[in-house]
């Protein structure tokens, strides 16, 4: 499975971004999808994921309200819209598949896309 994220760019705080994530692999529908990010100096952390079956969804406190994880098992793509940003939502944006169901654990996905940066600007 192949994940390749993009949509990353510089935007004002207040704007709006959005993260799309285009898997390759026959059976994409299997795998829950995650957004996670890290920031400079930071860990990696979890911020959004979607289960294999749409409805079901859970976010970080920090996104909860102003990130919406959707997905689209016939175009094998998953995306992250994100609302409202802020200065400390700057960091670079992996997504990443699990066959451990939703979980917010990194060590629990699978597979991995490249990042893509994202910077919020004042």
């Known amino acids: 499975v192949q994940l390749q994220a993009s949509g990353g760019g510089l935007v004002q705080a207040g704007g709006s971004l959005r993260l799309s994530c285009a898997v390759n692999?026959?059976?994409?529908?299997?795998?829950?999808m995650g957004w996670f990010r890290q920031a400079p100096g930071k860990e990696r952390e979890f911020v959004a994921g979607?289960?294999?079956?749409?409805?079901?969804?859970t976010y970080a406190n920090s996104v909860k309200g102003r990130f919406t994880i959707t997905r689209d098992n016939a175009k094998s793509t998953v995306n992250l819209q994100m609302s409202s940003l802020k200065l400390e939502d700057t960091a670079v944006y992996y997504c990443a598949a699990t066959s451990s169901g939703l979980v917010d654990v990194s060590k629990l996905y699978d597979y991995w896309g490249q990042g893509t940066q994202v910077t919020v600007s004042s």
């Open positions: 692999g026959r059976t994409f529908g299997r795998y829950c």
């Open positions: 979607i289960s294999w079956t749409v409805g079901r969804t």
